[in-house]
């Protein structure tokens, strides 16, 4: 009953009204148009696709990984001062940006003579849910819903997640770039997920904090698109280049 309460309050029939813009808005926050363009109609669909990093769990984790933590290291093992290296890793990271090897801790490893995978561990205090996420997941679990994690996660980043979250319990199917061997930037991941997970892209409502990847999904014909408004929730909201974003994943319902 109180999930069932929660959908009702998030679902818009409590409104307040801002004096200066003489306009309803719901308690999320959004305009009514917003709102509009955020809630699916789950009529039409009938697989959810979800991305991991920064749409289901805070990206917080990930950007104090590889823009604090690492840059600390690799001036610690091979000298210099900790901005040199992050410079050194920006290029790096522009180089490799929509490929497979940006997303493998085994490539970076490699590449920069440090183990990644254990250092993961020391900050895995900050890995958490992204706000309304298990309640929502929950729910469409319950109305049929198929949730399909689809991530270009490596699969021990995936792996350490799993277990400090328990993510699978609210999932149906998980997927990684890395099974597929492309990234969901490149049109072959889609192709190749067929194979994994047959869905209707017209009935499809897929989830994703990286523009270029929400752009490849659109290419690929995937009807349902939403962004996120604040992928990392100590940092600014970001421009999702006109697709239509969330905040709260109880929005969707």
Same mark, same amino acid.
């Given at each position: 009953? +109180? ?11 409590? /409104? ?7 306009? !309803? ?11 509009? @363009? ?6 039409? #669909? &009938?697989?959810?696709?979800?991305d991991m990093d920064g ?9 104090? /990984? ?5 840059? &600390? ?22 180089? *490799?940006? =929509? ?10 490893? +490699?590449?920069?003579?440090i183990d990644l995978i ?9 890995? =958490? /849910?992204?706000?309304?996420? $298990?309640?929502? *997941?929950? #729910? *469409? =679990?319950?109305?049929? #819903? +198929?949730? %399909? ?9 995936? $792996? ?11 999932? &149906? ?12 930037? @490149?049109?072959? /991941? ?15 409502? !897929? ?5 270029? %990847? ?7 014909? #995937? ?10 929730? @100590? +940092? ?6 006109? !697709? ?10």
């Open positions: 009953m +109180r999930q069932l309460e929660l959908v009702c309050q998030r679902g818009g029939l409590s /409104f307040c009204y801002d004096c200066r813009q003489k306009q !309803f808005f719901p308690e999320s926050g959004l305009s009514l148009s917003e709102t509009s @363009q955020v809630t699916a109609d789950w009529s039409q #669909i &009938d697989t959810l696709l979800l749409t289901l769990l805070d990206l917080h984790f990930d950007n104090q /990984f590889f823009l604090e933590l690492l840059p &600390d290291r690799m001036a610690q093992k091979h000298g210099g001062t900790k901005q040199q290296a992050k410079s050194k890793l920006q290029q790096l990271y522009h180089e *490799l940006n =929509g490929t497979l090897d940006w997303y493998c801790l085994d490539y970076w490893s +490699r590449r920069l003579d254990p250092m993961k561990q020391e900050l895995k205090h900050l890995i =958490g /849910f992204r706000p309304g996420v $298990e309640q929502c *997941l929950k #729910i *469409l =679990g319950d109305k049929g #819903i +198929r949730r %399909v994690l689809v991530t270009n996660a490596h699969p021990a980043s995936l $792996e350490l997640k799993l277990d400090v979250t328990n993510l699978d319990d609210y999932l &149906d199917l998980m997927v990684t770039a890395h099974q597929l061997g492309h990234p969901k930037e @490149q049109q072959d /991941f889609w192709h190749k997920l067929q194979y994994v997970e047959a869905f209707d892209p017209q009935r499809t409502l !897929f989830i994703d904090d990286n523009i270029a %990847v929400l752009k490849s999904a659109e290419l690929y014909g #995937i009807k349902h698109l939403r962004a996120i408004r604040q992928p990392d929730s @100590q +940092r600014e909201q970001v421009n999702t280049a006109g !697709f239509a974003a969330i905040d709260d994943f109880m929005d969707l319902l």
